[in-house]
């Protein structure tokens, strides 16, 4: 997949847009683009766009969807909350999201008080994330839970494969993007269709599913469609079933019993 390039809008933000360019290994345009999809920097964030078919998608974690369900969402008893252990939790996990996509969920589990590190593979959805992150640390409302959340470009499986003892998470929580069947369901996001046409389905989930088994302490969480596949290979400890989305938890100590 071709890297997709970044255009700078704003001549005072020059320098931004070269650190970007820089750390994420995106080319640099002088002129926007008059087709495809690119990244562009304007005034207010980083927002990936294309010509004519949708908005733009960018990360957000201070307003919006992310304000209300920091002020609204119902604290540890949310669903994703639950399934990664927090409801009862006398001690907060240390969480890897191993497919950070736009970091919608580890927000929320920033919010709620963990140590969140965001791993994402894709140098576009990563980009993203850096410049939420960077406009989250300077608000005055999201700044501590931006101290809570570390981002790290890097391939997840790759990635886990390479902690020591030490660096090894209580939590990898893990929400694939599969290829999307429902034309009902893809029509009305998008958005996220475009985001998925850019950075591509996670084709090797079976794969990263058992990198994160090997490196998790206590659970592997994987975020699903209701009604969507569990990933090959590893059958789930447990399922949690929401209305649209379920959480299929693979517990270590059940996976491996010899480690009780």
Aim: with cysteine; glycine share 8%; charged share 25%.
């Amino acid at each position: 997949m071709p890297a997709t390039p970044l255009y700078c809008a704003r001549p005072d933000r020059l320098d931004a847009a070269r650190l970007l360019s820089q750390r994420f290994a995106l080319p640099l345009l002088e002129q926007r683009p008059e087709q495809g999809y690119w990244l562009e920097l304007g005034a207010e964030r980083l927002e990936l766009l294309t010509t004519g078919k949708h908005g733009a998608v960018y990360a957000e974690f201070v307003e919006g969807a992310a304000k209300h369900r920091r002020e609204q969402g119902g604290g540890r008893g949310q669903p994703v909350a639950k399934a990664i252990g927090l409801k009862g939790a006398k001690e907060l996990p240390y969480v890897v999201d191993a497919t950070a996509g736009l970091g919608r969920d580890s927000f929320v589990l920033a919010g709620l008080g963990c140590r969140v590190t965001l791993v994402e593979r894709s140098p576009v959805a990563a980009a993203l994330l850096a410049d939420a992150l960077e406009r989250a640390a300077g608000h005055p409302d999201t700044a501590d839970i931006a101290a809570r959340m570390h981002l790290v470009h890097a391939s997840s499986i790759a990635w886990l494969a390479s902690l020591n003892e030490a660096e090894r998470p209580d939590v990898v929580f893990v929400d694939p993007m599969f290829p999307d069947t429902d034309k009902k369901s893809a029509a009305a996001k998008k958005d996220m269709q475009a985001f998925q046409q850019v950075i591509g389905d996670d084709l090797d989930s079976a794969a990263l599913l058992q990198a994160a088994i090997a490196a998790a302490k206590n659970r592997v969480v994987v975020k699903r469609p209701r009604l969507g596949a569990a990933i090959e290979g590893v059958k789930p400890s447990a399922v949690l079933d929401g209305k649209s989305t379920r959480f299929d938890l693979y517990v270590i100590k059940a996976l491996n019993p010899t480690l009780g």
